[in-house]
């Protein structure tokens, strides 16, 4: 299947600094790609759907301009947190949707990052 | 209202037994898709099993196989044979209408355990 992957997979960062994640599609092309957070034990959380070479659109009580989203090119797209706080941490996942006719595996994930602000 | 609710919180397997993992769904849709992933503890998502809305037959990936009752909006997992890897949270997932890029919902998930 196609392949995601994400960058860093673990960060740990002090409280105000900005965090970049990427999240790469290595052996496609995704015009698409979702952003998600999911805290321990609990389900994923759509933050924002990431289109390339438009803005993002952020779901409903995510601030934009705290988590930044970046998608320049068809296979890469980038998460910002900025000024990152201890509330911010959690396991943020990509997926990448895989063009084609094919209604199954249409999104694809990564591999997620860890992220601890202290 | 829930788009996406899964009411076992954790359950447990004897290894080699089957066990079901339930999955209700919410949707005015005609057409949708019902998605099954595997989250172990390592966190990558892990696809197991999609059925569609039109799908007539219950979908099968080797020991996968998805009990969807279109009339009663249930789309459970069914596990066979469990095995002691199959320890892992499961999700449920819907995407509303056929167009690709559109986001999936998903349950809060089930923790399995399989014990040896």
């Known amino acids: 299947g196609a392949v995601v992957s994400q960058h860093p997979s673990w960060v740990i960062c002090k409280s105000g600094t900005s965090v970049k994640i990427e999240c790469r599609s290595l052996?496609?092309?995704?015009?698409?790609m979702f952003w998600y957070r999911q805290f321990p034990k609990q389900s994923l959380m759509l933050m924002a759907t990431?289109?390339?070479?438009?803005?993002?659109?952020?779901e409903q009580g995510v601030e934009k301009d705290k988590f930044l989203i970046n998608h320049a090119s068809l296979t890469l797209s980038t998460l910002t947190v900025t000024s990152a706080h201890p509330e911010d941490s959690s396991f943020y996942i990509c997926?990448?949707?895989?063009?084609?006719?094919?209604?199954?595996?249409?999104?694809?994930f990564g591999p997620g990052t860890r992220l601890l602000v202290l | 209202a829930q788009k996406i609710t899964q009411t076992q919180p954790g359950m447990f397997v004897q290894e080699k037994e089957a066990v079901t993992l339930d999955c209700t769904y919410d949707?005015?849709?005609?057409?949708?898709?019902l998605f099954w992933y595997k989250q172990p503890s390592s966190g990558e998502m892990i696809f197991l099993i999609y059925?569609?809305?039109?799908?007539?037959q219950n979908a099968t990936e080797g020991r996968y196989s998805l009990n969807f009752q279109k009339a009663r909006k249930s789309a459970n997992l069914v596990i066979s044979a469990s095995q002691l890897g199959d320890s892992a949270m499961y999700f449920c997932?819907?995407?509303?209408?056929?167009?690709?890029?559109?986001?999936?919902?998903f349950g809060t998930g089930t923790s399995l355990t399989v014990i040896p």
């Open positions: 997926s990448a949707r895989v063009p084609g006719t094919s209604r199954r595996e249409t999104q694809y």
């Open positions: 052996d496609f092309q995704a015009t698409t």
């Open positions: 990431s289109n390339e070479g438009s803005k993002a659109t952020y």
């Open positions: 949707t005015s849709d005609q057409s949708y898709g």
């Open positions: 059925q569609g809305s039109y799908d007539e």
């Open positions: 997932a819907m995407r509303e209408g056929l167009q690709t890029g559109n986001q999936f919902y």
